[in-house]
Nanobody
Framework: QVQLLESGGGMVQAGGSLRLSCTASGRAFSTYTMAWFRQVPGKEREFVSAISGRGSTTNYADSVKGRFTISRDNAKNILYLQMTWLKPEDTATYYC???????????????WGQGTQVSVSS
């Protein structure tokens, strides 16, 4: 079992940057595909990015490609999301997730954090 805790959210102006972190407890972190999703109240949770267990494969939603970078440090059990050129439409609660299959769908992920809020003002 894996427990996930996100941090690094906050308020930033459009064009700014933030780095989210997700610290995992439990063993075998490197065996999990990790992902970031985001959700706005009243809307479905949306895939943002995923990274394979060893970090060799990544995938991004079209809306963040070229602006966000996912990475992981398996020695420290930490997942990152570097967000640059933030836009007001990036405002959401961001969740990290761990699962066994490299997919974009929520159902592929077994463990979820509680989320961290990102707010981007225009």
């Amino acid at each position: 079992q894996v427990q996930l805790l996100e941090s690094g959210g906050g308020m930033v102006q459009a064009g700014g940057s933030l780095r989210l972190s997700c610290t995992a407890s439990g063993r075998a972190f490197s065996t999990y595909t990790m992902a970031w999703f985001r959700q706005v109240p009243g809307k479905e949770r949306e895939f943002v990015s995923a990274i394979s267990g060893r970090g060799s494969t990544t995938n991004y939603a079209d809306s963040v490609k070229g602006r966000f970078t996912i990475s992981r440090d398996n020695a420290k059990n930490i997942l990152y999301l570097q967000m640059t050129w933030l836009k007001p439409e990036d405002t959401a609660t961001y969740y990290c997730a761990a699962g066994g299959i490299f997919l974009r769908q929520e159902g592929a992920y077994d463990y979820w954090g509680q989320g961290t809020q990102v707010s981007v003002s225009s």
